[in-house]
């Protein structure tokens, strides 16, 4: 899948100016931030869990190619792989519990394997920058809010690309776009939370087409471990190749510094 448009928005912690803003703006922009929930903001450092997924109900809503083996290998070979995720707010790595050698040995080169572990991946990838807050611009940031009809309007500069998101009346972040290229735009939504706004949906355009059937569609439901929201029912939606990756994160554990 091709993602480098998404790490181009969302990485904006790395790529923003320092230029210090308004006193009003730089107020408004630190009360938007505290409305979001940013576990590794916290104190969380990281969590693991299991990904619990069925390829039988997959292939009820995606598309077969062929390569992914047939519903035997997928019953008996690849279903009872256990495999477990951990985050940071870095990193996102996946794991089979098998060495990639005895990955590549499974039925077509393990690729049923690989597809799964790459789904996970990009799917929690793009939740990150809400739990670190990077979704929205640096603290020190220009940035210039307007009010509108929906909200409000929160522009600012990336490297030289004019960026403006669009704001609803309680804050929620609704979308981003880059001015100098239309394509590069995403629309989240976001739920209430015990610690904030939390992430509930981003859909993007595919090689920067958005429009219907070219898009990517992610979404996530919650759950409580140890006080931290972390994603439960996790979607991918590609629908260009008319591909759907359910799966459920189960087991958590959550590390924490004192």
């Known amino acids: 899948m ?13 790529m923003l100016g320092h230029a210090q803003a308004t006193t009003s703006d730089e107020a408004l922009l630190n009360q ?23 390829w039988k109900e997959h292939f009820t809503e995606t598309t077969r190619v062929g390569d992914e083996g047939t519903d035997e290998e997928l019953e008996k070979i690849f279903q009872p792989i256990r495999n477990r995720v951990a985050v940071t707010r870095q990193n996102v790595t996946v794991s089979a519990g098998l060495t990639d050698d005895a990955i590549n040995k499974l039925p077509h080169g393990g690729m049923a394997e ?9 799917s929690l990838y793009t939740w990150l920058p809400a ?40 804050m929620r972040l609704q979308s981003t776009t880059m001015k100098t290229n239309q394509s590069d735009h995403f629309e989240t ?6 610690h904030g706004f939390l992430l509930t949906s981003l859909v993007m355009g595919e090689d920067g087409n958005f429009q219907p059937g070219n898009r990517l569609i ?13 994603p ?13 990756w359910r799966y459920t994160l189960s087991g958590c554990i959550v590390k924490t510094t004192k």
């Open 114 to 122: 690989y597809l799964l572990e790459h789904a996970v991946q990009k």
């Open 32 to 54: 938007v931030r505290e409305k979001y929930d940013a576990p590794f903001n916290r104190n969380v450092q990281s969590f693991d869990c299991a990904v619990d997924f069925s």
């Open 189 to 194: 939504s976001f739920a209430s939370g015990q």
């Open 2 to 14: 091709q993602m480098n448009r998404a790490s181009v928005l969302l990485c904006f912690c790395a």
């Open 131 to 170: 739990s670190t807050n990077t979704i929205l611009p640096n603290p020190t940031t220009l940035v210039s809010f307007k009010e509108s009809s929906s909200g409000y309007k929160l522009s600012f500069k990336m490297q030289t690309s004019d960026v403006e998101m669009v704001l609803a009346p309680d």
């Open 232 to 244: 439960e029912h996790v979607a991918l939606i590609r629908e260009s190749h008319h591909e759907v």
């Open 218 to 230: 992610y979404t996530y439901t919650y759950q409580t471990v140890d006080g931290v929201e972390l």
